[in-house]
Nanobody, 124 residues
Framework: QVQLVESGGGLVQTGGSLRLSCAAS????????MGWFRQPLGKERELVAA????????YYAESVKGRFIISGDNAKNTVYLQMNSLGPEDTAVYYC?????????????????WGQGTQVTVSS
């Protein structure tokens, strides 16, 4: 049974940083694509970053490119999202997700397993 547990969210001021963690159990995450999504209140869930198996390839949404970094620790079976230069527009619930594929996926419906989400709030 695949389980994903996010942590690291919280309240931060504009310009600050946070690192989100996604601990995976039930599979070796480096063999499958992983993604970080976010969902602002009242809006649709959107992909912000993704990596293919082993993190050989990565993708970033334009809105976070140059500020967010997706990475992984094989020994801990954990994927991270380092978020820098945060602004109020980054306020959302952040979710990690994984697929049954090793290739990157870009749509919500292409992901098979989801974490419970962690709230990130950026104050102005």
């Amino acid at each position: 049974q695949v389980q994903l547990v996010e942590s690291g969210g919280g309240l931060v001021q504009t310009g600050g940083s946070l690192r989100l963690s996604c601990a995976a159990s039930g599979r070796t995450f480096s063999r499958y694509a992983m993604g970080w999504f976010r969902q602002p209140l009242g809006k649709e869930r959107e992909l912000v970053a993704a990596r293919n198996w082993a993190g050989v390839g990565t993708y970033y949404a334009e809105s976070v490119k140059g500020r967010f970094i997706i990475s992984g620790d094989n020994a801990k079976n954990t994927v991270y999202l380092q978020m820098n230069s945060l602004g109020p527009e980054d306020t959302a619930v952040y979710y990690c997700a994984t697929t049954e594929s090793g290739a990157m996926r870009f749509k919500v419906e292409e992901y098979d397993y989801w974490g419970q989400g962690t709230q990130v709030t950026v104050s102005s």
